[in-house]
């Protein structure tokens, strides 16, 4: 109770966005209105130390803002972590192990601070700031490098027994399926993730069947983007587009399953793949609900795409916090 007295009007929470590759920061008021950010790329240069840096986005958001008291700090950041001590357990990209990034972040600003997995906080801002508010049970898969999602059920985030839950990325879709990076076969994000399509389609490249990828961006996986992939599509190449659909189809029948386990009344899909190429990957993603989610769980169900592109995470998690502290007008 004391958290909602002192949440004054002229304090600001802050919502970050911790990523492998960037950094950011966004101030919100006690009306939701976006007052100061800041992003950065999450290693310096000079190879500082992330933790360093986390701080000084924060900082230097909140000096975009003119400088206002803080009531409190929700993040986003790549997990394992643990949601309840905000304890990061380990991030390769980040050099984090066992790191108390909630604490570090307390001690910094004085303000209480909450911790969760980006993936499950994007979630949380596509459901707390779009119209899906209006459903309790929300489901959300990101195609992108890998397949992150995020359940939510009764109005809260699913963490599991270990923190951990929400990995639909490692189900289990093609039991002799590619490695995965996980070190199992056939996981949804070995069949049909950005780099799985990559592979595929660097392949298709090497072999000249897919002359625009090989001329933008030769054989080169990481290279092979979701914007190159939608303009290859555009420029009329079929086996690529039938390489895309075909991956789409497996997110389907990920979701179908997950809607047969979980009966959510919303799924939302977001992530570079969805964003570069909306209508296509939504088409065979329905069609793999379609053919594998039982019909009295699947009718009805809102399937959409994200709306809030970046700022899903630095919304989510400003909602995550405010909410947690009782601050501003949360009900809405
Ligand atoms: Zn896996």
């Not at 793999?288 to 998690?317: C, K, S, Y």
Request: hydrophobic share 45%; with cysteine.
């Amino acid at each position: 109770m004391n958290a909602t007295a002192e949440a004054g009007k002229d304090r600001v929470i802050v919502g970050v966005d911790i990523g492998g590759t960037k950094m950011m920061a966004t101030v919100f008021n006690d009306a939701f209105e976006k007052v100061g950010s800041c992003r950065k790329k999450s290693r310096a240069k000079n190879g500082g130390k992330s933790e360093n840096r986390v701080v000084k986005v924060i900082k230097e958001a909140l000096e975009s803002a003119g400088s206002p008291a803080v009531a409190g700090i929700g993040v986003g950041s790549p997990g394992p972590l643990d949601p309840d001590t905000g304890v990061i357990i380990d991030t390769p990209n980040l050099g984090w192990k066992d790191f108390p990034l909630g604490d570090v972040l307390q001690d910094a600003f004085g303000a209480p601070v909450v911790v969760d997995n980006d993936v499950n906080v994007g979630t949380y801002g596509e459901w707390r700031c779009t119209k899906l508010c209006a459903h309790k049970h929300v489901l959300g898969v990101f195609p992108g490098t890998g397949i992150g999602g995020g359940i939510i059920i009764d109005g809260k985030i699913l963490h599991g027994f270990s923190g951990a839950a929400g990995e639909v990325g490692h189900m289990t879709v093609m039991p002799d399926g590619p490695y995965c990076g996980c070190g199992k076969r056939g996981c949804l994000e070995a069949v049909a993730s950005r780099i799985a399509i990559a592979k595929e389609v660097a392949a298709l490249a090497a072999r000249e069947d897919a002359p625009y990828i090989m001329e933008q961006c030769g054989a080169d996986i990481t290279a092979i983007r979701s914007g190159v992939l939608a303009r290859a599509i555009d420029a009329g190449e079929t086996m690529v587009e039938s390489v895309v659909r075909r991956a789409a189809y497996f997110i389907g029948m990920g979701v179908g399953n997950l809607i047969n386990v979980l009966s959510p009344e919303a799924v939302v899909l977001g992530g570079g793949l969805v964003e570069a190429m909306e209508d296509l990957m939504m088409e065979e993603i329905l069609a793999g609900v379609e053919a594998h989610a039982m019909p009295f769980l699947r009718d009805n169900v809102r399937i959409t795409a994200a709306q809030l592109g970046d700022d899903a995470v630095v919304m989510g998690a400003a909602r995550l916090i405010a909410e947690h502290i009782g601050y501003g007008n949360t009900s809405d």
